[in-house]
């Protein structure tokens, strides 16, 4: 009986190592088959960079535009493009929209031409701009506050006056 089981198991185990071969042939026969794709050639472009012109507002002289952009080149299938942009219409337009600078705090008042300044250093350039380092601003002192003598003088009216209704 053991004999029996022994040779059962015999045939259960070629069976299945049979089996094992068979999957493995047929695996290597299915990728042997498949065709190996070229790989995706790699193009080198002529095209040059993008040259970008300034941000021309749609309306007035800050808000949403366009740009246009070129580049040269022998094969480029686009040579020209258009691009949405947005100047910011809190920038010193005077200094170009596209340059935002980085401002001290007003100088002191210079009595002679009676203008304060005060300078600014570029922060940031959009689009490759030209830009100046460094830019000075200046701008009317103001009104030269001296004190005044009658704003005293109508503080006492009024003091005396409530002093005479305090006596009526």
Not at 32 to 60: M, R
Not at 112 to 122: D, V
Not at 144 to 157: D, H, I, R, V, Y
Request: contains cysteine; charged residues 30%.
């Amino acid at each position: 009986m053991q004999a029996q089981q022994y040779q059962q198991q015999r045939q259960k185990f070629a069976a299945v190592f049979l089996a094992f071969i068979f999957i493995l042939a047929a695996v290597d026969n299915a990728e042997a088959g498949k065709k190996e794709k070229p790989e995706k050639k790699v193009k080198k472009s002529d095209c040059g960079e993008w040259q970008w012109s300034v941000c021309v507002p749609t309306s007035g002289d800050c808000g949403l535009g366009t740009r246009e952009g070129t580049r040269t080149g022998a094969e480029c299938k686009q040579t020209m493009k258009t691009q949405r942009c947005k100047i910011p219409c809190n920038w010193k337009k005077q200094f170009g929209a596209e340059c935002k600078y980085q401002f001290q705090a007003w100088g002191e008042c210079d009595l002679n031409t009676a203008l304060k300044t005060r300078t600014g250093s570029l922060k940031r350039a959009l689009h490759n701009a030209e830009c100046q380092k460094t830019v000075t601003i200046s701008k009317p002192c103001g009104k030269l506050t001296k004190p005044k003598p009658q704003a005293e003088s109508k503080k006492k009216k009024k003091e005396g006056k409530k002093q005479e209704k305090m006596l009526d």
